[in-house]
RNA sequence: GGGCAUGUAGCUCAGUGGGAGAGCGUUCGCCUCACACGCGAAAGGUCGAAGGUUCAAUCCCUUCCAUGCCCACCA
């Protein structure tokens, strides 16, 4: 007997599981290990932040792929971290330094090092968080290896990566138009940008003979040249290079005609004027053409003294004003008030973006100088081969159309940022000179550049930069590759396996992680990219964290059903690439499935005696243990094949089938005997813990819970993977009891149906199935039951019983022999459904012509075709014989 | 403008070239000694629309409709 509660209560279990796994190590991977590697970096969260529901999903991916893999004999390897996350972290301290001391402008007046020292006390103090929350989720990662981007060994891979990229000509400084935001005071990469629908006013300007249309007039003072199209009819007879005269803003200006195929002829006069320092499309213009460029807006967005009286205004202040100025010299032509357009924001803090030209740090993604499989290969060139070659597998593949258009479009990646968090830019300057190096250079009087790099430069090194050797890192008189070679955990789990994280980073992270382990290390940093999507709620929304009537917290879920429930209701019913929703009822529900193992198990303790083997039973004679064992197989091997192809839903699904469905509510109630034989008890252990170690990667604590009651000596995280037993192949049986198991639910609802005014207790005994042996004598006449139902009828007489429960059955018999079944309806559709499978016989000798077919490989093609004509064959032969039958029947 | 998805039961979603599925919800019957967080059963769908390929299409092809996302551009 057992004194296990009634219901399942998680908050008795998962923390002192958690703590258990923890004390036992059963997470650190050995470097040193001979068996096969299997490595998840984990993508590391903001070193600052709070579980959202995002993470819980990569957690719950991650650690069921993990356990999967360490359960089947692999040296896994979950490596869990944090990320400095330079922005955002930096904002979050600023703005508290400005709401707490009162400070307007902290950088100013604290002075870099003190901004820094408040930011890393914040960071420290907010670590444990984090590391907490993953751990509440049942994450079986590998704490003693844990990492964060600022850590030093990190920071030497970081210097080491920027200074051989400029060695090898791949890193360049220079003045080019990037994304300033004037609010944050640092620049941004194209992909941190985000374009919001706004209204604004369009503005049409007379310019000389021309009109130009604009929506931003206080950019327009410096404007001397107008482009139009080369083609542009309206304007053939204006030439490139001719000069004119006009009135403009703060007086005559000399302007310059220019024709760019850049201007669309559609849109507005189809004639505009440019700003070069700052508009993406009039810097590459002015490029082009070699034009002169002029800043016009600071970067506090207040114009510039080239505006005149504007001189100091913020943009939106001096707007007006100018467009008052322009009508009153009749210059106005029209508003349109309606006009909406796609304005640029930084997506990191929200400030609107102002281009500006800055000198900036670049990585080039052209420069063919990478030795890449025997050619130089440029950046690019290398994205594109990896995925296109195989080396790197998308999962979903139809990533890869998305991947290979922004690889291709990819222009320089940015990577300065005028910002103090972060890894500091290993450049030095002395006097016009310049030196690039992991340390400073010698001498006095070198000053560091002072912008950092953007954080997914660092993060783009994680699968590598967490697995070098800390101790020999700090060594900065070792070469490199010698710190590579001589750091065990590189060599043995690099590169990782699987990289799963959401397909909305799959640019900023995934490219880049590619991008900079390519240069460095000279192979990929993973095989297999797993992308999932967002979590939504149920209505279809993006659930934000701003908005708390539509998100979900993890950790209260956790809470509240358990993380068990919590991982299940992330995985279920969802498949890579696809966005989830998730609600308290897929929670719940999914509550209930831990529920209904728990009471399984708690049965199945009370049933069998203690020190039942859980061993696989050798010798089977019961008919229903038969099928319950090959049913059991089956299972596995689905489980097996849909975990090895990433399908962890269809895993649930399947899982969940057999356990609650088979196992359940039919084993389970057809096991219940007065006498059990030992086998009985043996089978009903092996089969009860076989399916808490499949479940497992999915419910790690439910199931180590329960796992704790068979007295094993190793906890279920580490148990061995179970293996099909050939001696538990008993396909006839499994298919004689599915018979016998649906006649009785064809009975069932028959009793239900057409109420046979059988006697009460008989009626409810047939749901609790408690007649095992009658159900075993009856066999026949169940399964006679079962075919007439399903009109596959075979000429099995009933056996005569002496009980009601028999005669029942024979008046159920009785009952459907009487009805009036259309025979000749249900042969006539038999019928056309064997002329059809007859027809693809014979045609499949010698057509091949089918569509369907043609897509696949040749031998492919061959092997199904021979396939189906196998099963046709037999299908065939099953439906003569059925019609036969009924044919005899009908009379 | 370019690209990618999605459309299957009231809701959320699986799935397959040959007999339409699950969970939740609904209805009916059951406190049966693991679990009422449970058991048994039922109702409910022209698998978005129209064409095509095929002996056979919910599935493959084409077009259309609807919804969502990503990328680019918008002076």
Request: aromatic fraction near 10%; proline fraction near 6%; glycine fraction near 6%.
């Amino acid at each position: 007997m057992t004194d296990l509660p009634k219901a399942y209560d998680p908050q008795a279990f998962e923390s002192q599981i958690s703590a258990e796994w923890e004390s036992r190590k059963l997470f650190q991977a050995k470097a040193n290990s001979t068996r096969p590697a299997f490595t998840i970096s984990m993508p590391p969260p903001n070193a600052t932040g709070q579980l959202h529901v995002g993470h819980a999903v990569m957690l719950a991916l991650e650690d069921i792929m993990i356990r999967w893999r360490r359960m089947c004999g692999d040296e896994a390897l979950w490596l869990p971290g944090t990320d400095h996350a330079a922005i955002a972290t930096e904002n979050v301290v600023l703005r508290q330094i400005q709401e707490q001391d009162g400070i307007a402008d902290p950088r100013a007046t604290l002075g870099r090092d003190e901004v820094l020292r408040r930011i890393a006390e914040y960071v420290e103090s907010s670590r444990g968080t984090i590391r907490n929350q993953v751990k509440a989720m049942g994450s079986s990662c590998d704490w003693s290896r844990e990492r964060y981007t600022m850590d030093p060994a990190l920071n030497r891979c970081v210097n080491e990566s920027f200074v051989r990229m400029y060695q090898d000509g791949l890193i360049y400084r220079g003045p080019r138009i990037v994304n300033w935001d004037p609010k944050l005071k640092t620049n941004v990469s194209d992909d941190e940008v985000d374009r919001k629908e706004v209204q604004s006013p369009f503005y049409t300007f007379q310019y000389g003979p021309f009109q130009i249309g604009t929506v931003r007039p206080e950019t327009k003072f410096g404007d001397k040249y107008v482009v139009m199209h080369p083609d542009d009819a309206r304007y053939a007879e204006y030439q490139h290079g001719d000069t004119f005269e006009c009135e403009w803003i703060t007086g005559r200006i000399m302007a310059t005609v220019i024709k760019d195929e850049a201007i669309d002829p559609e849109f507005g006069t189809g004639v505009m004027t440019i700003t070069p320092w700052h508009d993406h499309t009039d810097f590459e213009i002015a490029e082009r053409h070699g034009l002169d460029k002029e800043a016009i807006i600071d970067f506090d967005g207040k114009l510039l003294p080239v505006a005149q009286e504007f001189a100091g205004m913020p943009i939106e202040e001096a707007r007006p004003k100018i467009v008052e100025k322009l009508r009153q010299k009749g210059l106005l032509v029209e508003v349109d008030e309606k006009y909406t357009h796609a304005k640029a924001f930084n997506s990191r803090g929200g400030g609107a973006i102002e281009p500006q030209i800055r000198e900036q740090w670049f990585i080039d993604v052209n420069r063919k100088v990478i030795p890449w499989k025997g050619e130089h290969r440029s950046l690019r060139e290398i994205l594109i081969d990896v995925v296109r070659s195989g080396d790197i597998q998308l999962v979903p593949d139809r990533f890869n159309a998305t991947y290979f258009h922004w690889v291709e479009n990819l222009r320089d990646w940015c990577i300065s940022r005028q910002i103090w968090w972060g890894h500091r830019i290993p450049a030095y300057y002395r006097e016009g000179q310049t030196e690039i190096g992991i340390q400073p250079p010698d001498g006095t009087g070198w000053g560091q550049d002072p912008d950092t790099l953007d954080t997914w430069f660092s993060s783009a090194l994680w699968t590598w930069s967490t697995l070098v050797d800390p101790e020999l890192a700090q060594d900065l008189s070792l070469p490199f590759e010698q710190i590579l070679e001589r750091s065990p955990d590189f060599r043995k789990f690099h590169p990782t396996q699987v990289m799963e994280t959401g397909y909305d980073i799959l640019f900023f992270w995934v490219a880049r992680m590619i991008l900079m382990t390519t240069y460095m290390i000279g192979e990929v940093p993973f095989q297999t990219v797993y992308l999932h999507g967002l979590v939504r709620t149920r209505d279809g929304r993006k659930m934000s964290k701003s908005d708390p009537t539509t998100a979900i917290d993890p950790l209260e879920s956790i809470a509240d059903y358990g993380a068990d429930a919590l991982r299940l209701a992330l995985i279920l019913g969802t498949g890579p690439g696809q966005d989830l929703r998730l609600y308290p009822e897929k929670l719940e529900a999914c509550r209930r499935f831990a529920n209904k193992i728990w009471n399984a198990g708690r049965y199945i303790l009370m049933t069998i005696p203690p020190g039942t083997p859980i061993t696989p039973p050798q010798e089977v004679r019961s008919e229903l243990a038969q099928w319950l064992l090959h049913g059991l197989d089956q299972t596995v091997r689905n489980v097996q094949g849909s975990l090895s192809a990433y399908r962890l839903s269809e895993v649930i699904d399947a899982l969940r089938g057999f356990f609650w469905g088979e196992f359940c509510d039919w084993y389970l109630e057809m096991d219940k005997k007065p006498e059990r034989s030992p086998e009985d008890n043996q089978v009903l252990a092996y089969a009860y813990t076989t399916l808490l170690k499949v479940l497992h990667p999915y419910v790690p604590f439910v199931t180590e819970a329960l796992w704790s009651q068979f007295g094993q000596p190793q906890m279920l995280a580490v148990s061995a993977w179970p293996e099909p037993q050939p001696q538990h192949a008993f396909p006839e049986a499994h298919a004689r009891i599915g018979l016998v198991k649906e006649a009785i639910s064809q009975i069932r609802a028959l009793r239900d149906k057409a109420n046979l005014g059988l006697d009460k207790k008989i009626a409810a005994s047939l749901d609790s199935a408690r007649h095992t042996a009658l159900f075993e004598e009856h066999q026949d006449l169940i399964i006679r039951l079962a075919r007439l139902s399903e009109l596959e009828v075979r000429s099995t007489e009933p056996t005569p019983g002496n009980d009601a429960l028999s005669a029942y059955f024979q008046e159920a018999l009785a009952r459907i022999d009487a009805s009036a079944v259309d025979w000749s309806k249900e042969i006539e559709t038999l019928q056309k459904r064997l002329k059809s499978e007859t027809d693809f016989l014979e045609k499949s000798g010698r057509k091949l012509g089918n569509p369907g077919f043609l897509n696949k490989a040749p031998e492919a093609v061959v092997l199904e075709l021979k396939d189906k004509v196998a099963q046709t064959q037999k299908t065939v032969e099953a439906l003569r014989l059925q019609i036969q039958e009924l044919e005899k029947l009908a009379g």
